[in-house]
């Protein structure tokens, strides 16, 4: 069967094809300690997960769930960005539920871009910007990001060119990889230039509670503008990744959008995870502040095998993760297949965000400390 030409533009996953040959290292005994992906190994928060098995037994539990989602999740959303971020939401017209974010963006690519249309992607960045914009047939502008400008976007250079042609920009601050952040300010910035250029601008928001004392929204206090929108996410913060449960939120106009588009792609998420969901939507600062408390203690230690590994770190990153750079002379893959074969551990190298991240790597808090401990001694032989 031939296969349509779109994929022929995407390679699959990294971490997809990486994945395989740890699980097949592993079972030829390998010990391999996997710091490489992100995906939280701690807990959910245990209402969350009550609230889930209560609601297996509810009438209707098993039916088909609005496309919208459900009003008490949209009411758990509008809540959780008035308290954390300050941002006032109607629930009915403003947000909109995802099965994970990650599928939102190929939703919102698809209510705005048409083949030929120009998307700002960032390089170092998320690789799924870039894989969805090829099979949209739409054409990739890197902008790139650098570590003298904290990993932000040079806005006055990117008005300087022409961007007529642009429909579409992705940012995700805090960033992932390097766990830089963007002021309020610069945020008032990005919107400004999204107006003046005519451009939408999504902000990618899954980290801003990690190891963050104050999240930040890009969207604005006074109203939504027709121009940002933002993705947020329940997979890293409360720890359900596998849950997938991602939230959307813009203007009345841009939210219908992409409404068309999801409704004719999936349906509404399944009624006993939205119930989880909003009780994790309802949970105080507290919760953040304790998990924080685990992902300090694990950072320290990274970072301790990080300065064994002779490569340089700003300690003052966000996130789940830790943005490394290599020493001299070593590119990203020399370090990861060095870890891998001789060592057995998994690290991610940065060349698969971009030309940008070649030169540094990434290490994920997503495992314990004793995990760590092992990857340590094992470093220092």
């Known amino acids: 069967m031939i296969t349509a030409k779109r994929l022929d533009t995407v390679q699959e996953y990294y971490f997809s094809k990486k994945l395989r040959e740890v699980a097949e290292l592993r079972a030829e005994g390998k010990p391999i ?3 490489g992906i992100g995906s939280p190994d701690l807990a959910p928060p245990p209402q969350v997960v ?4 209560k609601a297996l037994s509810s009438n209707g539990a098993h039916q088909y769930q609005p496309y919208k989602g459900i009003t008490e999740l949209r009411n758990a959303i509008a809540g959780f960005y008035k308290k954390f971020y300050d941002r006032d939401l109607d629930p009915e017209s403003e947000i909109l539920p995802l099965m994970g974010s990650k599928e939102g963006i190929m939703h919102i690519s698809m209510a705005f871009l048409d083949p030929g249309d120009e998307v700002l992607l960032p390089n170092p960045g998320y690789p799924t910007y870039s894989s969805v914009s090829k099979l949209l047939q739409a054409k990739e502008r890197n902008y790139e990001l650098k570590a003298e400008n904290d990993w932000l976007p040079d806005l006055k250079e990117l008005a300087q060119q022409d961007l007529s042609k642009v429909k579409l920009m992705w940012v995700n601050y805090p960033h992932m990889p390097t766990g830089s952040v963007a002021q309020e300010d610069f945020f008032n910035q990005l919107t400004e230039f999204a107006e003046t250029h005519k451009i939408l601008v999504v902000n990618d928001n899954p980290y801003s509670f990690i190891q963050n004392d104050d999240p930040r ?4 206090k006074d109203g939504l503008s027709d121009y940002v929108m933002e993705l947020n996410s329940l997979s890293k913060s409360f720890n359900m990744a596998g849950w997938r449960v991602g939230m959307l939120a813009g203007s009345q106009k841009n939210i219908n959008s992409v409404l068309k588009v999801k409704s004719n792609m999936d349906s509404g998420m399944f009624y006993p995870v939205q ?4 009780e994790a939507l309802k949970l105080s600062g507290s919760w953040f502040e304790d998990q924080n408390k685990i992902y300090a203690r694990r950072k320290k230690k990274v970072l301790e095998l990080i300065s064994n590994l002779d490569c340089e770190v700003r300690d003052d990153q966000v996130g789940l993760f830790v943005w ?7 590119t990203s893959e020399d370090i990861v ?3 891998l074969y001789d060592k057995d551990i998994f690290i991610t190298p940065g ?6 991240g070649e030169g540094y790597i990434r290490f994920s808090l997503c495992a314990n400390e004793e995990v760590i401990d092992e990857a340590l001694k094992r470093i220092k032989g």
């Open 50 to 53: 009550e609230a889930l098995n």
């Open 351 to 356: 060349f698969i965000f971009g030309s940008q």
């Open 33 to 35: 300690i996997n710091l």
């Open 217 to 220: 929204s890009i969207l604005q």
């Open 324 to 330: 490394a750079k290599t020493p001299e002379g070593k």
């Open 275 to 278: 119930a989880g969901a909003v």
């Open 337 to 339: 297949d060095d870890l």
